[in-house]
Every structure is written in structure tokens, then in C-alpha cells.
């Protein structure tokens, strides 16, 4: 059983920046592809970002490619989310997610993860 606990939301000013971390616990992490993921108030959970068991490859939703980055240490068995130049429609509760099968390089949809996190809360003021 993997346990991850999300840490570093709160409120920023649209522009400025944020770093989220993910510790994870149990399992071995450094062979699961892990994400990042959201939910805007009233919305759906949405893909952010993911990186892979290696941290050789990413990928980064549309929505914020440019402005967020991701990123892992195995040796401290982390994740980050880098968020800068952040807007109002950020807001939301972030999540990271393991995929324990490991099958997908980049895995983008929510039901190939198997753990989750319960969040952490950014908002975005203009």
C-alpha cells in the first residue's frame, strides 16, 4: 500500500509562484509514473501532470504548459508540481497519484492510477 500526502498549496497572487510537494511512503516508488491532477471548484478531476518511474520523460496538460513543471526524487521518494505565472483558474485542489502497474510510460487518464492523495488547496486571487 502506497501512502502519498500532498504539501505547499495555499494563496497566491495571480503571477506568482507555488511548489507543491507529494511524499509517498510504502511501495516502490521509484517504479510508479506518478501525477498530478486537479479539481476546480465545480469541476471535474483534470490532468496537470506526469512524469515518469525515471524522471526521464513528462508531460503537461495544455492548460499550463509553459508555466508548470514537474519533477521526482527517487532518492527521497518526492514529486513536485512547479507552478508559476499562476492565474485564477488554477484554483483548485491539487492531488498527486501513483500508477502502480507501470504498463503506461506517461499515463494522462485518472482510472490507470491506483493511489491518491487527499489534496492540497491552491488559490489564486487577481
Known amino acids: 500500500q502506497v501512502q502519498l500526502v500532498e504539501s505547499g498549496g495555499g494563496l497566491v497572487q495571480a503571477g506568482g509562484s507555488l511548489r507543491l510537494s507529494c511524499a509517498a511512503s510504502?511501495?516502490?516508488?521509484?517504479?510508479?509514473?506518478m501525477g498530478w491532477f486537479r479539481r476546480a471548484p465545480g469541476k471535474e478531476r483534470e490532468f496537470v501532470a506526469v512524469?515518469?518511474?525515471?524522471?526521464?520523460?513528462?508531460n503537461i496538460a495544455t492548460s499550463v504548459k509553459g508555466r508548470f513543471t514537474i519533477s521526482r526524487d527517487n532518492a527521497k521518494n518526492a514529486v513536485y508540481l512547479q507552478m508559476s505565472d499562476v492565474k485564477p483558474e488554477d484554483t483548485g485542489v491539487y492531488y498527486c497519484a501513483a500508477d502502480k502497474d507501470n504498463s503506461v510510460l506517461l499515463p494522462t487518464s485518472i482510472k490507470r492510477y491506483d493511489y491518491w492523495g487527499q489534496g492540497t488547496q491552491v488559490t489564486v486571487s487577481s
Open positions: 512524469i515518469s518511474w525515471s524522471g526521464g520523460g513528462i
Open positions: 510504502g511501495g516502490t516508488f521509484s517504479r510508479y509514473p
